[in-house]
């Protein structure tokens, strides 16, 4: 697929122009304001209930509860930065386990390839964040300013009272939605009741501030005026995205070989297209799509609505503009090659037409990279453990020679516990005969041997100092192994790690 660097502007909308040669044409071009026309239809309909879908999850999940029991946070899905995990709903996160965040990131990625090899940008049209937020503020101008013609009129008029009064109000609401934007985000990482009443009583700290404004501020300046700057100059996304397409990806289409070539409604040996501008007027990045695939479409498809409406009123079948695969409209303007206009034209590029294989060796592989994925977190969840050793060796000095000739290595021992369960554990060690084991601040089971507390969703750590006696003949290393038996006496979780003395 061809990708257009440029971003096209409508022929209706721009002065005619001279051709300028390549080497004069400028680098960077002044953006030219867009006014999307409201459209009505299927797609519409499809998009603002993704609209409100999206929405509805981004500012009300903060909100859900989800009891853990006492002592722990009852959000459903928190960031807890100050305990160093990630609540989501029943899974709890560990720093140690941020591999389950990596994996769910590439499985993200798979998905996100898959969907755009059977169905284009769909990401980028329906539940890109700048896509969504995008058409809630332009909602909100339309609302308060009018539709195209009113709001071109508007900009193009004196700036009188209503002019400042309906682009003051305009701004408002913006901000209003920024607003609600940027505490929404903070929310996830911190008790949203809580943290609503910091920032709206000024008690909340620096740092949350700071974040808020950073999120309403981007929000404001990247829905409401930057809009499809960043979809063309700023998302990477587009720029690769046709790696992930083939030509039985379904992308938005101009069947031209229906369409030209374009004329009036009334006029004789012309298509169906009536160069009436409608799909362009509609279009929320300004482009023409009967130009052909663009880099600026975000497959939206609000042109096929506000084409299928001129399509029905001139009594004409719809779908001049659809969701096609570029397979399938070369092989109906293969069919239809020498055709005059009309209804047998129409029929024999229909009948041309097959039905888009979805699964193909593309598709299969980023649906089996993606079960591979999947499989493989679900087995790590399944099989993590809810209790973890970790025993870390003094680096400086290496080990200490004693007063009476005994060598002694000094040993940090963490416990991660993921449980709720606080029963202390009896710390055992395995190594030489003669190894003598002293934990500091620890107290001893009737045996004498050290019980370690484990805190209850937390991490204790422990001193322990391990002395091997004089005269011991040990090597420069010697394996030792630290094990943690629950009062049953089973083993719970063991560590090895080794003893260095004095080179032999």
């Not at 409201?38 to 509860?65: D, E, I, N």
């Not at 809810?386 to 290595?409: E, Y």
């Not at 969703?457 to 943690?484: C, H, K, M, N, W």
């Amino acid at each position: 697929m061809s990708n257009v660097e440029a971003p096209h502007r409508a022929k209706a909308d721009r002065p005619a122009e001279a051709p300028v040669s390549a080497a004069a044409q400028p680098l960077y071009a002044t953006r030219q304001k867009v006014y999307p026309k409201r459209v009505f239809g299927k797609v519409r309909s499809v998009k603002w209930a993704v609209l409100m879908l999206c929405l509805a999850l981004y500012y009300l999940v903060p909100w859900l509860r989800w009891d853990r029991g006492p002592g722990m946070p009852d959000q459903a899905v928190l960031v807890d930065i100050a305990n160093a995990r990630l609540f989501f709903f029943w899974i709890e996160i560990w720093p140690q386990e941020i591999y389950f965040l990596t994996g769910a990131l590439i499985l993200g990625a798979f998905a996100l390839f898959a969907v755009s090899s059977l169905f284009g940008r769909l990401w980028c049209g329906f539940t890109c964040p700048q896509t969504v937020w995008t058409d809630l503020f332009m909602f909100v101008e339309r609302w308060i300013q009018g539709d195209r013609n009113a709001r071109m009129k508007l900009d193009q008029g004196p700036r009188n009272a209503n002019y400042w009064a309906r682009k003051g109000l305009t701004h408002a609401v913006w901000l209003l939605i920024a607003a609600a934007t940027g505490g929404a985000w903070v929310m996830y990482f911190a008790d949203a009741p809580t943290v609503t009443m910091e920032i709206l009583t000024g008690a909340a700290s620096i740092q949350i501030y700071f974040f808020f404004a950073l999120f309403a501020g981007f929000t404001y300046l990247l829905a409401g005026w930057a809009r499809e700057q960043v979809c063309t100059y700023m998302c990477p996304w587009p720029r690769f995205q046709a790696a992930m397409l083939d030509e039985n990806s379904l992308v938005v289409t101009y069947r031209d070989w229906r369409g030209e070539p374009r004329g009036k409604a009334k006029a004789e040996g012309v298509g169906d297209c009536v160069d009436c501008f409608a799909c362009v007027h509609v279009c929320p990045t300004g482009i023409d799509i009967r130009d052909g695939q663009q880099l600026e479409c975000i497959g939206c498809g609000l042109c096929v609505d506000a084409c299928d409406s001129v399509m029905a009123k001139l009594g004409r079948p719809k779908g001049l503009i659809a969701f096609e695969t570029l397979k399938n409209l070369s092989a109906s303007a293969a069919a239809t090659a020498g055709m005059a206009p009309g209804p047998e034209r129409q029929k024999a590029g229909m009948a041309a037409r097959h039905m888009p294989r979805f699964i193909r060796p593309r598709t299969m592989m980023y649906g089996g990279a993606i079960a591979v994925v999947a499989l493989a977190m679900l087995g790590a969840f399944l099989l993590r453990s809810t209790l973890d050793v970790t025993v870390l060796r003094d680096r400086a000095p290496l080990f200490v020679r004693l007063s009476d000739g005994a060598i002694r290595n000094g040993y940090t021992v963490k416990i991660v516990n993921k449980r709720r369960e606080d029963t202390p554990l009896v710390l055992d060690l395995r190594a030489p005969e003669g190894f003598r084991m002293v934990v500091q601040d620890a107290e001893h089971d009737p045996q004498g041997r050290p019980l370690l507390a484990r805190r209850a969703d937390a991490i204790s750590q422990y001193r322990v100092l391990l002395t091997a006696p004089a005269g011991a003949r040990l090597a420069e290393s010697t394996p030792v192994t630290f094990r943690l038996l629950e009062p049953n006496g089973r083993e719970a979780a063991s560590q090895s790690s080794a003893f260095l003395g004095p080179r032999p």
